[in-house]
């Protein structure tokens, strides 16, 4: 095997190996994603139940003032579950350009070598 074949050989394995770890990375991404999107659905039945309750307390005062805090104390949730979200999808789109680009570069690269 020449040297400029196995040296290709190197390159190839080396931006496989920086593949793998971009492909991880959105693969973490997308996980965290799918959580936190499972954790902003149970926070929006708790929210819908809370609703439902406090519908029903508004003849009593003292009751619906709970229930209308327990309301403002989930939908406090929910907010910070949509800005962890926000977040996510924000590193999501970043390590997809990233990658992106990556396989830009190799395909020049293969192209070159054609």
């Known amino acids: 095997m020449t040297r ?10 080396r931006s496989m190996v920086t593949l793998d770890t971009r492909f991880n990375g959105v693969e973490a991404g ?3 994603l799918q959580s936190g999107i499972e954790a902003g659905s149970r926070t929006v039945v708790s929210l819908r139940k809370d609703a ?8 009593t005062a003292l009751h619906t003032a709970h229930a209308a805090g327990t309301l403002v104390r989930h939908a406090k949730e929910l907010q910070a579950c949509l800005r962890d979200q926000r977040k996510a ?3 999501l789109r970043h390590t997809m350009d990233a990658l992106r ?4 570069a190799m395909r020049r690269t293969i192209r070159a070598q054609d």
Do not use: I, T
């Open 4 to 13: 400029v074949a196995r040296d290709l050989g190197q390159g190839y394995a």
């Open 52 to 59: 439902v309750y406090a519908d029903r307390l508004l003849s």
């Open 30 to 32: 997308l996980d965290d």
């Open 89 to 91: 999808m924000r590193e």
């Open 101 to 104: 680009q990556e396989m830009r």
